[in-house]
């Protein structure tokens, strides 16, 4: 369960989203849908507390944080309920993929090398890599990189799962690829709460059992794909859905 | 016109001063690594802005940019029993500046010239590292020195590896100064060996090829670490070569591989 209340962010006295109020059951798979600059990607850094609130709380499975005062100690504690996947994949370019999946396994969870490296394969063939665990970020394609990321995020066993524009610094071609590995993950664990935000709309409409309208700071509209995609009550809603559509074809 | 260099002393005295090489290099690693340890944490101190030590680290930096190695050497080796006696005034003690031996004055010296030096560097190759990785390490939930150990100090050190290999070259050329402090290093031995036999210009070519040659065994060291350091570069090419040669150098280059 994750939970926001009166949250508030930001940057250099610029508003990012204020007073937000948020409850996410577990096992819900939440599509974040909106345009660019609407604050969507701050919001999820903040669930990962790469961005420090200004005030408000947050609470992730009983764990609750009071903005904006953390100690490092509490802020790790927080941090390691939730794994990231990052819009440019973020990889540990010095490490191969197995190492870079085992990465956390071994300095956060502190596993033998060996046992991190079992559950690392367990993650790569997961994401279907198992061919390249020997291989360096530098010689994968931008998708299996990006799946990469979804392995090295798997790989902490967390309860909730961020997923921050997955597939916007691809070529249109290697989408569908990751897009796939992401269906799959979300169909193997229904338990794990997954928080993904995309501009791929049909995919969102496709796997997503709640999907949240984010723009101006604010959550415009919030209700099941259907509703959201095909009866939208707010303008602005229907404004980029019909934009979005127009550009579809 | 006879005999005005003795051609073959270059050469046969060069076992004798080759006695004198683990001084040296002794001088060279230890100052290095405590050069390097203290560079890296003035370093951090300076990234993070921590108020009144970053002020003090750049003063300490430029006082030491801004003097001579030598003139260092000679604050070290006479400011040390002073601070000492003061040490013993005020407080009571009985350090002995007898009990301290002169290769320590020496250490210290260069030791602080290299982190001066080196925090500089290792300053600019942190900068370098890839913020989205750091952001990825923290995401998994490491805490500042897990992060710091695991992913920025790796990264940086591929990035500081030649600069930091010309300070390493340098520092042991500069190593030669050690006499000033009563530290018999190759050089010293040089001086004292031509004292004898007044043959100085043999004295110091025979110097001149020791420093020459220890120098490019570093070059060759130096650049087969970049290789080894820097694999995750060229992968795509060494994955093709190295498939089914595993011996001799290749094996130093290709990390242990998983098969499952």
């Not at chain 1, 970020?137 to 967390?158: D, E, F, N, W, Y």
């Not at chain 2, 005999?3 to 001088?27: E, R, W």
């Not at chain 2, 020791?210 to 060759?220: A, F, V």
């Amino acid at each position: 369960m994750i939970e926001l209340k009166g949250l508030t962010k930001s940057f250099n006295r610029q508003l990012i989203f204020k007073d937000l109020n948020l409850r996410i059951e577990s096992g819900e798979v939440i599509g974040l849908i909106g345009p660019s600059g609407a604050g969507k990607s701050t919001l999820l850094r903040c669930l990962n507390l790469l961005e420090t609130p200004d005030s408000g709380s947050l609470t992730i499975d009983g764990l609750t944080y009071h903005a904006p005062k953390i100690s490092n100690r509490q802020k790790i504690q927080f941090r390691r309920q939730s794994s990231m996947v990052f819009q440019q994949f973020n990889l540990f370019r010095q490490k191969n993929i197995l190492g870079n999946v085992s990465e956390g396994l071994v300095t956060v969870k502190g596993l033998s090398r060996s046992e991190a490296q079992k559950v690392a394969v367990e993650q790569i063939q997961r994401v279907r890599l198992a061919d390249h665990i020997n291989k360096y970020p530098g010689q994968l394609s931008g998708g299996q990189k990006q799946r990469v990321g979804i392995a090295r995020a798997l790989s902490m066993g967390t309860n909730v799962l961020l997923l921050d524009e997955p597939t916007s610094a691809l070529d249109t071609e290697l989408v569908g690829d990751v897009l796939d590995t992401i269906k799959d993950v979300i169909r193997q664990d229904t338990n794990q709460t997954v928080i993904i935000i995309s501009h791929e709309l049909s995919f969102i409409k496709e796997v997503a059992s709640r999907v949240l309208f984010f723009d101006q700071g604010q959550i415009l509209e919030d209700g099941s794909p259907s509703d959201v995609f095909d009866h939208p009550q707010n303008d602005r809603v229907k404004q980029f859905l019909q934009r979005y559509q127009a550009r579809a074809i | 016109m006879q005999h005005l260099i003795d051609f073959k002393l270059i050469f046969t005295q060069i076992p004798t001063l080759l006695q004198y090489l683990p001084n040296t290099l002794m001088i060279t690693f230890f100052s290095m690594i405590i050069g390097l340890a203290v560079g890296l944490v003035l370093a951090i101190v300076k990234l993070n802005r921590i108020p009144v030590l970053s002020q003090v680290v750049a003063v300490f930096v430029s006082f030491i940019r801004g003097t001579p190695i030598i003139v260092q050497l000679y604050l070290t080796y006479y400011g040390i029993p002073i601070f000492l006696k003061y040490l013993n005034y005020y407080q009571g003690t009985t350090y002995s500046v007898n009990a301290i031996p002169a290769l320590a004055f020496v250490l210290l010296a260069f030791s602080l010239n290299e982190a001066a030096y080196n925090s500089e560097n290792i300053r600019a190759a942190i900068l370098a590292v890839d913020k989205g990785e750091l952001e990825a390490a923290q995401s998994l939930g490491m805490t500042r020195w897990e992060v710091l150990r695991r992913v920025t100090i790796p990264e940086a050190f591929v990035v500081a590896l030649p600069t930091l290999g010309n300070a390493f070259i340098g520092l042991m050329k500069n190593t030669s100064l050690a006499f000033v402090a009563s530290v018999v290093d190759l050089t010293a031995e040089g001086q004292i060996l031509a004292g004898n036999s007044y043959r100085y210009f043999e004295s110091y070519l025979s110097l001149a090829i020791i420093y020459w040659g220890l120098t490019i065994i570093t070059e060759q060291i130096l650049r087969l670490l970049e290789r080894r350091l820097t694999v995750f570069e060229r992968a795509s090419e060494l994955r093709v070569a190295n498939h089914d040669q595993q011996s001799g150098l290749n094996r130093f280059f290709i990390r242990k591989r998983v098969t499952q």
